[in-house]
């Protein structure tokens, strides 16, 4: 059987990988590594689609969580009928140096330089200055999605904090403003994110859990893609959720 466990070894340092055992897996294993896809979420439709197309070795953050009971069961079911192994890496890459957070940031052009809740965000400062309404544009197209909430602060754009996926808390953005974070984006939202945005004046766009997360997704599957010098199909699909 081929040993995953150390191709993501060679994708992440020993470190990350270490810290958070419980937070990073491999199942499903396929018997030799030939065709890689990758999506955010595991889910059944992942699976099904992945198989349609030849693929046998799928990327992701999340694997199905214990707390999607029948689902997970039902998931796990098809990896080991289809043959699929499931390469996910959940809280590693959120840490990352090419993770959810720095990708996310990429889009951009925000180079990181602070990390925000134990290393899972980032803090950044753009090239240049731009407007919430030119960030905004620039992170629909790039996502493929409208943002589900958003605060405008009505101020120029410097610093961007963000916290991928599931951000809502509002200690993230108490530490994300004291570096001077002019935007916070995030996957998720609550009322008291967004009304402790506005007591601050500090612009907040919230888009999808999956899509804030998919480009460290897509970067992880590059690296893994690489290591077994395999091509990648691409992004299998999954909701703007």
Partial sequence: MFNYEEILYKCFPDSLLDEDKKEWGISGKSEAPKLLAYATTLTPEVVIEAHENDVNIIVTHHPVWSFMYEQKEKTYQLLKKYRITNIWCH???DKANFGTAV?????LNCKPFATLNNGEGRIGKVSEPHSFEEIKEKLNQALSE???REFNAEKIINNIATLTGAGSFTNYL???KSHHT????TGETSLYLLEY???HNVSVLIYSHNYTELFGVRSLANLVANELSIPIYGHLTEEHF
């Fill in 146 to 148: 409208e943002p589900a």
């Fill in 182 to 185: 002019d935007l916070y984006i």
């Fill in 103 to 107: 990708s996310l940031l990429g889009l």
């Fill in 197 to 199: 945005a506005k007591f």
């Fill in 91 to 93: 809280l590693p890459l």
């Fill in 174 to 176: 108490k530490e994300a």
